[in-house]
């Protein structure tokens, strides 16, 4: 039995159908069509050229699986596994002009995933033994969110906020609309929401935001002795969470200020695709 790939809040055969049908258009795959035979039959190896973390397996299996239903997969790797250079991933076995079809689609997809898992984990590394946990953000390609996010847990992160729905996040813009700090959280409480956000990027606004009552302070732009000196003012009374600008090589100075968490945008808006391929022999 075929064990079926799910995501909440993703529908991973309607991701399949308008992926396909954006290649196919209109009409078919007319090369394949053409040059290959159709009782013709390939084995394929998909594999890495670099290092790295996989994420996005089961989804490119799912478009061979679309196209040719009986096709054989010997899955050689799992998501979240950390791989060499080199390394198989999957092992194909069906009807040529179907894997040929549906190849780019798949490709695309592992790629795409396992280079936001790949950078993920590196982030993570940077950070090993601080005590602090790697956040993502909303920053993700429209009606890839739940995918991308999937693919930065597979990376050693935890998601944050998957939309608007599930935590107030109270920024600058919110904060110039309302007239303080103190009147936008305040709103925030009347509301019933339980859980707020507060995004704070001075010193000063540190003790109105909880005082109204913040259940989290994201400490935007701060220089490590600075975030230092907001960690220490807070007291563990909220979480913290540092953000903004963060990169490789200076993620592990604002882990070690005592932060509880530290959001990277990067991880879904800018991973470069992992060099994946897909080669195919004649059986």
């Known amino acids: 039995m075929i064990e079926r790939f799910a995501l909440e809040g993703f529908d991973v055969d309607a991701f399949v159908t308008v992926a396909l049908a954006e290649d196919l258009g209109p009409g078919s795959d007319v090369t394949s069509n053409a040059v290959i035979p159709e009782d013709a039959r390939f084995t394929g190896v998909m594999d890495s050229r670099d290092a790295i973390t996989v994420a996005g397996l089961p989804l490119a299996e799912a478009f061979f699986r679309r196209l040719d239903p009986d096709v054989r997969i010997e899955r050689l790797a799992g998501d979240g596994d950390r791989v060499a250079a080199g390394s198989e991933l999957l092992r194909l076995n069906g009807r040529a002009r179907a894997l040929l079809t549906a190849e780019r689609s798949a490709l695309n997809t592992v790629q795409h995933l396992s280079g936001i898992a790949t950078m993920t984990r590196q982030y993570v590394d940077a950070i090993a033994g601080t005590g602090t946990t790697l956040l993502d ?12 996010k999937y693919a930065t847990r597979m990376g050693g992160a935890t998601n944050h906020r998957m939309g608007l729905w599930d935590a107030a996040m109270i920024k600058d813009n919110h904060v110039a609309v309302a007239g303080s700090v103190e009147a936008a959280v305040a709103r925030a409480v009347a509301a019933g929401i339980t859980r707020i ?3 704070v990027d001075r010193i000063d606004q ?9 259940t989290h302070l994201l400490l935007d732009n701060m220089p490590p002795p600075v975030l230092r000196g907001a960690v220490a003012l807070v007291g563990g009374r909220v979480p913290t969470e540092a953000s903004g600008g963060v990169r490789i090589d200076t993620i592990r100075a604002i882990a070690e200020t005592g932060v509880d968490f530290i959001s990277v ?3 879904t808006q800018s991973a470069p695709a992992a060099d994946i391929g897909l080669d195919f022999t004649l059986d």
Request: proline residues 7%.
């Open 137 to 148: 953000t909303r920053k993700t390609i429209p009606g890839l969110r739940v995918i991308e």
């Open 197 to 199: 956000i507060v995004e």
């Open 206 to 214: 540190i003790e109105p935001a909880l005082a109204a009552g913040a």
């Open 265 to 267: 945008g990067r991880l």
